[in-house]
T-cell receptor
Framework: AQTVTQSQPEMSVQEAETVTLSCTYDTSESDYYLFWYKQPPSRQMILVIRQEAYKQQNATENRFSVNFQKAAKSFSLKISDSQLGDAAMYFCAYRTYSGAGSYQLTFGKGTKLSVIP | ETGVTQSPTHLIKTRGQQVTLRCSSQSGHNTVSWYQQALGQGPQFIFQYYREEENGRGNFPPRFSGLQFPNYSSELNVNALELDDSALYLC??????????FGPGTRLTVL
């Protein structure tokens, strides 16, 4: 079974600085998708960034970028120029085939990011 | 384009009761998935519906059931509620199975 591990329960960053959140996963598949979702206190899970495993190029979305190391099964999220609105729980997720044409997301336990003004 | 919506926002039930949670998928999305998120944990997959049929299920007992309607909206039903069912229930919709977009969730408290 696929597992997703986020080893940092909490992180903090100074406003305008850069922070990196770690994620490792375990899989025997060769083609898959990885995601970072943000969950602020409002509870809504917001998609931050997506990475297709077959693409060697790391995904970027404005201030958010990933470092995808397929051989090491590592998928870290870098947030540049941190803003107060970035404070939230961040979840790393792996898309798993669950049979009969369906896919599910397997999530890590999350990292709580605080942004210090 | 409207996003995923869920109702109600909060719900309080007592042990043994039954509950129905509702979800409207994002416009153009034909697949709906439901997740349970216990406090301090990541979401856990309950099941997925595609074109009104359940086509994937996580490790949840049969008292968790669902429906999907022709307009792709969905319901999650939980029978014989237990204290451990207290959680945030998230609905997610997708078009191509590659990316799921989440609603704001329903907070269920079982007393």
């Amino acid at each position: 079974a696929q597992t997703v591990t986020q080893s940092q329960p909490e992180m903090s960053v100074q406003e305008a600085e850069t922070v990196t959140l770690s994620c490792t996963y375990d899989t025997s598949e060769s083609d898959y998708y990885l995601f970072w979702y943000k969950q602020p206190p409002s509870r809504q899970m917001i998609l931050v960034i997506r990475q297709e495993a077959y693409k060697q190029q790391n995904a970027t979305e404005n201030r958010f970028s990933v470092n995808f190391q397929k051989a090491a099964k590592s998928f870290s999220l870098k947030i540049s120029d941190s803003q107060l609105g970035d404070a939230a729980m961040y979840f790393c997720a792996y898309r798993t085939y669950s049979g009969a044409g369906s896919y599910q997301l397997t999530f890590g336990k999350g990292t709580k990011l605080s942004v210090i003004p | 384009e409207t996003g995923v919506t869920q109702s109600p926002t909060h719900l309080i039930k007592t042990r043994g009761q039954q509950v129905t949670l509702r979800c409207s998928s994002q416009s153009g999305h034909n697949t709906v998935s439901w997740y349970q998120q216990a406090l301090g944990q990541g979401p856990q997959f309950i099941f997925q519906y595609y074109r009104e049929e359940e086509n994937g299920r996580g490790n949840f007992p049969p008292r968790f059931s669902g429906l999907q309607f022709p307009n792709y909206s969905s319901e999650l039903n939980v029978n014989a509620l237990e204290l451990d069912d207290s959680a945030l229930y998230l609905c997610a919709s997708s078009f191509d199975q590659n990316t799921q977009y989440f609603g704001p969730g329903t907070r269920l408290t079982v007393l």
